[in-house]
Protein backbone atom coordinates (compact mmCIF):
# COMPACT_ATOMS: atom_id res chain seq x y z
CA UNK A 1 0.00 0.00 0.00
CA UNK A 2 1.21 3.52 -1.03
CA UNK A 3 2.31 5.42 2.87
CA UNK A 4 2.35 8.98 3.09
CA UNK A 5 3.36 10.70 -0.37
CA UNK A 6 4.92 7.66 -1.84
CA UNK A 7 3.70 4.96 -4.46
CA UNK A 8 3.86 1.69 -3.54
CA UNK A 9 7.45 -0.87 -4.43
CA UNK A 10 4.41 -2.56 -6.70
CA UNK A 11 2.97 0.00 -8.22
CA UNK A 12 6.79 1.83 -9.21
CA UNK A 13 7.26 -1.79 -10.22
CA UNK A 14 4.22 -2.35 -12.77
CA UNK A 15 4.45 1.10 -13.63
CA UNK A 16 8.53 1.22 -15.06
CA UNK A 17 8.10 -2.46 -16.50
CA UNK A 18 5.25 -1.29 -18.71
CA UNK A 19 6.47 1.97 -19.18
CA UNK A 20 9.77 -0.17 -20.28
CA UNK A 21 7.89 -3.09 -22.12
CA UNK A 22 6.06 0.03 -24.60
CA UNK A 23 9.17 1.64 -25.03
CA UNK A 24 9.81 -2.14 -26.49
CA UNK A 25 6.88 -2.08 -28.16
CA UNK A 26 7.13 1.08 -30.50
CA UNK A 27 10.75 -0.44 -31.75
CA UNK A 28 9.83 -3.95 -32.53
CA UNK A 29 6.56 -3.00 -33.91
CA UNK A 30 8.14 -0.50 -36.16
CA UNK A 31 11.09 -2.62 -37.12
CA UNK A 32 8.62 -5.74 -37.72
CA UNK A 33 6.55 -3.21 -40.44
CA UNK A 34 9.68 -1.86 -41.93
CA UNK A 35 11.72 -5.77 -41.84
CA UNK A 36 11.55 -7.56 -45.79
CA UNK A 37 9.80 -10.60 -45.45
CA UNK A 38 11.68 -13.33 -44.00
CA UNK A 39 11.73 -14.98 -40.97
CA UNK A 40 12.99 -12.02 -38.80
CA UNK A 41 10.33 -10.28 -39.62
CA UNK A 42 8.38 -12.83 -38.42
CA UNK A 43 10.29 -13.46 -35.27
CA UNK A 44 9.55 -9.95 -34.82
CA UNK A 45 6.11 -9.45 -35.09
CA UNK A 46 6.03 -12.78 -32.62
CA UNK A 47 8.31 -10.49 -30.44
CA UNK A 48 5.34 -7.56 -30.38
CA UNK A 49 2.26 -9.65 -30.34
CA UNK A 50 4.12 -11.44 -27.11
CA UNK A 51 4.56 -8.38 -25.55
CA UNK A 52 1.74 -6.31 -26.53
CA UNK A 53 0.29 -9.94 -24.62
CA UNK A 54 2.44 -9.10 -21.75
CA UNK A 55 1.77 -5.23 -21.64
CA UNK A 56 -1.90 -5.91 -21.44
CA UNK A 57 -1.88 -8.68 -18.64
CA UNK A 58 0.35 -6.24 -16.11
CA UNK A 59 -1.86 -3.35 -17.13
CA UNK A 60 -4.70 -5.47 -15.63
CA UNK A 61 -2.87 -6.44 -12.80
CA UNK A 62 -1.82 -2.47 -12.21
CA UNK A 63 -5.27 -1.56 -12.50
CA UNK A 64 -6.04 -4.31 -9.86
CA UNK A 65 -3.66 -3.42 -7.38
CA UNK A 66 -5.05 0.29 -8.25
CA UNK A 67 -8.37 -0.73 -6.88
CA UNK A 68 -7.09 -1.91 -3.96
CA UNK A 69 -4.39 0.49 -2.57
CA UNK A 70 -4.97 4.04 -2.59
CA UNK A 71 -2.63 6.45 -5.23
CA UNK A 72 -1.02 8.70 -2.54
CA UNK A 73 -2.89 12.28 -3.04
CA UNK A 74 -2.26 14.93 -5.54
CA UNK A 75 -0.94 17.90 -3.91
CA UNK A 76 -3.33 19.77 -2.09
CA UNK A 77 -2.57 23.17 -4.18
CA UNK A 78 -3.21 21.61 -7.66
CA UNK A 79 -6.24 23.01 -9.13
CA UNK A 80 -9.15 21.28 -10.10
CA UNK A 81 -8.91 21.85 -13.74
CA UNK A 82 -4.93 19.77 -13.59
CA UNK A 83 -6.61 17.13 -11.22
CA UNK A 84 -9.46 16.62 -13.71
CA UNK A 85 -6.58 16.91 -16.75
CA UNK A 86 -4.44 14.30 -14.68
CA UNK A 87 -7.42 12.07 -14.22
CA UNK A 88 -8.56 11.87 -17.76
CA UNK A 89 -4.91 11.71 -19.01
CA UNK A 90 -4.77 8.44 -16.98
CA UNK A 91 -8.15 7.04 -17.98
CA UNK A 92 -7.02 7.48 -21.35
CA UNK A 93 -3.94 5.82 -21.32
CA UNK A 94 -5.35 3.09 -19.39
CA UNK A 95 -7.43 2.47 -22.44
CA UNK A 96 -4.86 2.94 -25.24
CA UNK A 97 -3.12 0.08 -23.10
CA UNK A 98 -5.44 -2.32 -22.90
CA UNK A 99 -7.20 -1.35 -26.70
CA UNK A 100 -4.00 -1.14 -28.46
CA UNK A 101 -3.18 -5.47 -27.58
CA UNK A 102 -6.46 -6.34 -27.92
CA UNK A 103 -6.93 -4.66 -31.26
CA UNK A 104 -3.73 -6.63 -32.26
CA UNK A 105 -4.94 -9.58 -31.55
CA UNK A 106 -7.98 -9.29 -34.14
CA UNK A 107 -5.89 -8.00 -36.44
CA UNK A 108 -3.68 -11.02 -35.82
CA UNK A 109 -6.97 -13.27 -35.87
CA UNK A 110 -9.21 -11.97 -38.52
CA UNK A 111 -5.51 -12.22 -40.74
CA UNK A 112 -5.94 -16.01 -40.24
CA UNK A 113 -2.66 -16.07 -38.40
CA UNK A 114 -2.50 -18.69 -35.75
CA UNK A 115 -0.03 -17.39 -32.74
CA UNK A 116 1.40 -18.36 -29.79
CA UNK A 117 2.80 -15.52 -26.76
CA UNK A 118 6.40 -16.20 -27.28
CA UNK A 119 5.91 -19.37 -29.19
CA UNK A 120 4.31 -21.10 -25.96
CA UNK A 121 1.02 -20.18 -25.26
CA UNK A 122 -1.35 -20.41 -27.48
CA UNK A 123 -3.55 -17.44 -27.74
CA UNK A 124 -7.57 -18.92 -29.36
CA UNK A 125 -8.41 -16.44 -32.74
CA UNK A 126 -11.08 -13.87 -31.31
CA UNK A 127 -12.13 -12.61 -34.71
CA UNK A 128 -13.26 -14.24 -37.97
CA UNK A 129 -10.58 -14.18 -40.98
CA UNK A 130 -11.68 -11.30 -43.08
CA UNK A 131 -9.29 -8.99 -44.79
CA UNK A 132 -11.26 -6.39 -44.53
CA UNK A 133 -11.40 -6.32 -40.59
CA UNK A 134 -7.69 -6.78 -40.88
CA UNK A 135 -7.77 -3.32 -42.50
CA UNK A 136 -10.10 -1.28 -40.22
CA UNK A 137 -8.79 -2.97 -37.23
CA UNK A 138 -5.39 -2.31 -38.23
CA UNK A 139 -5.93 1.20 -38.97
CA UNK A 140 -7.31 1.45 -35.39
CA UNK A 141 -4.49 -0.26 -33.91
CA UNK A 142 -1.97 2.20 -35.37
CA UNK A 143 -4.05 5.35 -34.90
CA UNK A 144 -4.24 4.11 -31.16
CA UNK A 145 -0.61 3.67 -31.10
CA UNK A 146 0.12 6.89 -32.38
CA UNK A 147 -2.50 8.28 -29.72
CA UNK A 148 -0.71 6.60 -27.44
CA UNK A 149 2.82 8.63 -28.34
CA UNK A 150 0.55 11.50 -27.63
CA UNK A 151 -0.47 10.73 -24.52
CA UNK A 152 2.98 9.52 -23.07
CA UNK A 153 4.49 12.50 -24.28
CA UNK A 154 1.33 14.27 -21.96
CA UNK A 155 2.03 12.28 -19.23
CA UNK A 156 5.55 12.64 -19.23
CA UNK A 157 5.69 16.10 -19.73
CA UNK A 158 3.17 16.79 -17.13
CA UNK A 159 5.87 15.34 -14.79
CA UNK A 160 8.50 17.00 -15.71
CA UNK A 161 6.71 20.53 -15.19
CA UNK A 162 5.91 19.32 -11.60
CA UNK A 163 9.54 18.53 -11.01
CA UNK A 164 11.51 21.40 -12.83
CA UNK A 165 8.56 23.98 -12.97
CA UNK A 166 6.28 23.21 -9.88
CA UNK A 167 8.66 21.75 -7.25
CA UNK A 168 6.88 19.36 -5.78
CA UNK A 169 7.04 15.06 -5.51
CA UNK A 170 5.01 14.38 -7.59
CA UNK A 171 7.63 12.65 -9.89
CA UNK A 172 10.10 11.78 -7.34
CA UNK A 173 7.61 10.11 -5.87
CA UNK A 174 6.86 7.55 -8.83
CA UNK A 175 11.06 7.11 -8.99
CA UNK A 176 12.24 3.59 -8.81
CA UNK A 177 15.07 4.42 -6.10
CA UNK A 178 12.64 6.08 -3.58
CA UNK A 179 11.85 4.07 -0.85
CA UNK A 180 7.70 3.85 0.05
CA UNK A 181 8.21 3.31 3.90
CA UNK A 182 10.70 4.20 6.47
Do not use: C
Amino acid sequence: MSTGANWSAIAKLLHWTIAALIVAQFVVGWMAVSWRLSPMKLDLFVWHKSTGMLVLALVVLRLAWRATHHPPPLPSNMPRWERFAAALTHALLYAAMIAIPLTGWVVSSAAGVPFSIYWRIPLPSIAPTDRHLVEVVGNVHGALGIALIVLLVIHVGAALRHHYIKRDDVLVRMLPRRRTSR
